[in-house]
């Protein structure tokens, strides 16, 4: 992996280290600015632009910088974050691409693993190929498994190839050759004739992009790069052009779906390695937030506009995983997607956001989500076009949201358009209240978010109620008690800021590379040379990139795994590899450290059956930097906190008096009870009937669920999930 940051210009005058991260969302776009010589946090928030989103980052970075201050010129570091390669998979808005593979395996990416992933799915529909079968061409070659040459490519076959790829146009190229992950001599040879044949034409080589075991995850992980290559490269040149014009000198960096950060070469080169940019940010966030309220234990969550993320947060760091599936077709089973090959924090995303649109169906079922009305139309209460009900609708109706208050007051909240708009669509066909509607639509993306949380966390071993909740995201804190409730959590944590939170991770994360390469062997007759030569060639890779990034070797701090398995499985279980150089002692160590990590995650423990190690893997960090959480606000910790009353929806007590307080006057040592609700600009808090609140010195809340678990109301005694007939949704 070539990364590196690349600087716009060179005269950075020194004393300016201005910080800005910034967060492109399906609805909103969320800036943060850290001011070092004050220590001082700026934050904000812009409707996202999806024709350009270029245009919103620029129109809020200009925003930001009036707010605080300073000048363009101040800025050393801009972090950004963006949605643009998922969402171009998803939408299928990627170039014209063709595949070179080996001769007879024209059809592995149809082909897959050739499994069902519903068995019970008679008109089961499988993810179709980022490449027509058209443009996928063959060429004579052969290595083996241990990287043997068994037959020497045919450069006719690549040359002829490049001719066929001219011909239909084809914007980028994708090479995956069998094995290729044991010897890349072909592929490397097979890119250097496609370049000559076609100059200017990306191509992307599967060893290069993930060294792994296993061709049809390597060859979708080197198709879905070069399918989003183009577009990227459009959109960062038109970025950095954007901000050249404005008079930014500084570096731009990007988050990477590990959590590291690295530079517009990586954008250009490995566009792939951003599709979880944005959610990694904020699971880097709430790691952050984990340690500074000595909370080890978290559940990130996450909802913003369009989805809602969960991550957990162990011992103060994300759960990581080293693959990824997009794009899939039943949006939550898991395999019915394009699987990847590349390291991203471990996260499941729910299609439940504030924008998501609620629906009566064909059946007469009322359903949410997971379609959004994003920030072009968005919710009806916003007034830009949209006319479909969505959550944040429903919200307001049910006196979580102040229709007076929308960002901080810049926006005004329709309240009549809403009404209108459940009445016509939810509460009419169902034979409902307008109330009874939005109640409706609450619990059923509450309950959809928490049964998906519980799987999620269910499949690790693990037990929600032994987490603390950290809610952020513009829709997190409104949910988070609810969800909290529904899973059995005692603690909920909502920081300052928590709707912009992602974009603070931006710049809270370290600078940091994750590189692997596949040996497979049974443990104890591993050829510990070549094990040790692995790992220190991927040392030397890992430090050289973070030394060209500006860090010194001697703050560089690596991590090392391997991918595990009982001989025979399919799928295999990541163990930590001990530092200093391996010999056969290690082996035992090894199959300890395996036996244990299989029997938290399944429970038992298989006897008799050898065990062998397939990928190594190495993660090399440099320091992260250090933020203050000192936060600009206007009228900062002057007056009192409560603002006003307001009649606010609580499960089975109906709507109860709430105090609403400015978030902005909560000052460290604070305590009060719900009911409340608690406002900033970004976000507000719903907290619920005798919780107990407590102001931290990082100004974050920290929440003690009320006991008992009832969701029910009068109010919702006609409303059932999305499994009812609308006939069982009337009144009684």
Known sequence: MAYGLRRL???????????????????????????????????????????????????GLERLLEQSHRAIEHVSHLVHGTTLVTNTIIERRGAKIGLLTTRGFRDFLELGK????????????RPEPLVPRRLRLEASERINATGEVISELVEADVRAAAQQFKADSVEAIAVCFLHSYANGAHERRAK???????????????????????????GNTACANAYVQPMMNRYVRRLEGGLRKRGFFGSLSLMLSGGGLTGLEAAESEPIQLIESGPAAGATAAAFYSRITQIPDLISFDMGGTTAKM????????????????????????????????????????????????????MGLLKVGPESAGSESGPVCYGRGGSLPTVTDADLVLGYLSPDYFLGGEMTLDMAAV?????????????????????????IVDEKMAAATRMYIAEKGRDPRQYALLAFGGAGPVHAHSLARLLGIKRLVVPLGAGVMSALGFLVSAPAITLSRSYSARVLALDWPRVNGLLEAMEQEASGF???????????????????????????????????????????????????????????????????ALTWRLEAVGPAPEVSLRFAGPERHVGEPRKASRQVYFGEHGFLAADVLDRYRLRPGMKFEGPAVVEERESTTVIGPGCKVEVDPSLSLIIDIAEGSAQTSPLSRGVRLEAVKSEELSRA
């Not at 950075?12 to 001011?35: E, W």
């Not at 089973?333 to 169906?361: T, Y």
């Open 546 to 612: 973070l030394t060209r990034s500006g860090i010194a070797p001697h703050c560089v701090s690596f991590r090392r795994s391997v991918d595990m398995r009982y001989l025979g499985q399919g799928f295999e279980v990541p163990v930590d590899v001990p530092n200093g150089i391996l010999d056969a002692a290690t082996a035992d160590s090894l199959i300890d450290r395996f036996r244990k990590a299989y029997e938290l995650r399944f429970g038992r423990s298989v006897v008799g059956v050898p065990i062998e």
């Open 114 to 125: 050739e499994i069902r992933h519903d068995r019970h799915d008679l008109f089961l529909r």
């Open 419 to 443: 009404e209108r708009a459940l009445t016509k669509h939810i509460a009419e066909p169902l034979g409902l209240e307008v109330v009874e509607a939005a109640v409706g639509i609450r619990r």
């Open 192 to 218: 250097q004739i496609l370049a000559s044949e076609l100059p200017g034409v990306p191509i992307t080589v599967s060893h290069g992009i993930a060294p792994e075991i296993r061709e049809y995850e390597r």
């Open 311 to 362: 991550c957990l947060i162990e011992c103060g760091q994300p759960e990581r995983s080293n693959e990824f599936e997009t794009a899939r077709v039943s949006r939550f089973q898991k395999g019915s997607g394009l699987p990847l090959k590349i390291p991203v924090i471990d996260l499941i995303e729910i299609g439940a956001g504030g924008g998501s649109i609620a629906r009566v169906d064909q």
């Open 9 to 59: 210009q060179v005269n950075q005058r020194s004393g300016d280290n201005v910080r800005i991260g910034v967060d492109v969302g399906g609805t909103f776009t969320d800036l943060v600015l850290v001011d070092p010589q004050t220590g001082t946090i700026f934050l904000g928030k812009q409707l996202t632009t999806h024709v350009d989103p270029s245009r919103a980052i620029l129109e």
